[in-house]
């Protein structure tokens, strides 16, 4: 990736966000966000190419959806 790439970034593990790059010195990545006009630094490991690869990174990706089960707590008692 080089200066005025568009890259995504993976926030809390779960947002994928645009990005464009800003400039890359010694594997750190000045990114600006393309919505608010903000920015930070990132390593390399953190920007991906395509959309898809970033959503793929994610822990909704990785994690397989468990349905919730809520219990009464006398449900407990025998």
């Known amino acids: 990736m080089k200066a005025g790439d568009i ?3 993976v926030e809390s593990n779960h947002y994928v966000r645009e990005v464009q790059v800003v400039r890359c010195s010694g594997g750190l990545f000045l990114v600006r966000f393309t919505d608010t006009g903000g920015g ?3 390593r390399k490991n953190r920007l991906f190419v395509s959309k898809e690869l970033a959503e793929k990174s994610t822990r909704r990706a990785t994690v ?3 349905k919730k089960i ?3 707590p006398y449900d407990y008692w025998h």
């Open 7 to 9: 890259a995504y970034l």
């Open 40 to 42: 930070i630094q990132v």
């Open 64 to 66: 397989t959806e468990k």
């Open 70 to 72: 809520t219990r009464n």
